[in-house]
């Protein structure tokens, strides 16, 4: 089954002659459990493509399905309901709440969804366990490395068991050593079957995928599968140009 989907995905800003068309008509399927990587140059539209997955912008034309249900003509007030039900994000710049301690962040978004206080924590407790900020739970995002930071924003897009995790450039803030702690989780997270999106200009990043797809001016220009989250080509899909 397909947890996300798009047809014929068009994103444009401006007007007249300098309209700039940042997706151009995609078509993408990701199946459930797939760990998908997004690479190209900056300004080629992979954080935009993103972001119109996630509901974070509003498409120019064409449709984004999640699960069962198309997104793109929902009202914001039901769309901000299924982004918090179904879709983590984790972000380059991290986005924790610098008031509230680490935990807290965590326990956030269920919350928001209307879980209890004792299911939040119980859940935030296990996630930080997992990502191993078991130690650090009470302390503030100021208190933290900005590798541990990373590690406490993938345990929040993971509060509410989502149908698919969209992470926006996840290690460019971080060092060799966080980015290593980062990509162990990726691999974990996938190897437990989560569906994952991730744009990314790090090539260490798109090697533990399943899958990868090059964009370049709004468009795919090929997509890959990948072997065993090695890196290595087990077979070309498609390629344009």
């Known amino acids: 089954m397909n947890v996300l989907q798009t047809r014929r995905l068009t994103k444009e800003h401006g007007a007249g002659a300098s309209r700039v068309r940042a997706v151009d008509e995609v078509d993408l399927d990701v199946p459930e459990g797939q760990t998908l990587a997004v690479m190209g140059p900056s300004g080629c539209g992979k954080s935009t493509l993103l ?12 449709e ?3 699960g069962q249900r198309r997104t793109d003509s929902l009202s914001e007030r039901a769309l901000a309901r299924l ?15 610098d008031e509230l301690s680490t935990a807290e962040n965590v ?3 269920a919350l928001l969804a209307g879980r209890s206080l004792r299911e939040a924590r119980r859940r935030a407790d296990f996630l930080l366990d997992q990502v191993g900020l078991a130690d650090r739970a009470r302390h503030l995002p100021s208190e933290l490395s900005g590798g541990q930071r990373q590690r406490a924003a993938i345990a929040r897009a993971l509060a509410n068991e989502p ?15 966080a980015t290593t702690d980062v990509l162990r989780i990726f691999a974990e997270l996938r190897a437990a079957g989560q569906t994952l999106v991730i744009v990314t200009h790090d090539e260490r990043v798109a090697a533990t995928a399943d899958r990868l797809i090059s964009m370049r001016d709004g468009m795919f220009v090929d997509d890959t599968r990948l ?3 090695t890196g290595r080509l087990a077979g070309l899909i498609g390629l344009e140009g």
Do not use: C, K, M, Y
């Open 83 to 97: 982004r918090r039900r179904s879709i983590g994000f984790v972000f380059q710049a991290f986005h924790l709440v």
């Open 64 to 66: 984004v399905w999640i």
């Open 227 to 229: 072997l065993d989250g």
């Open 51 to 62: 972001h119109l997955l996630g509901g974070l912008e509003r498409p120019t034309a064409g």
């Open 163 to 177: 149908q698919v995790v969209l992470a926006d450039e996840p290690t460019g803030n971080l060092d060799t050593a």
């Open 107 to 109: 326990e956030l978004p």
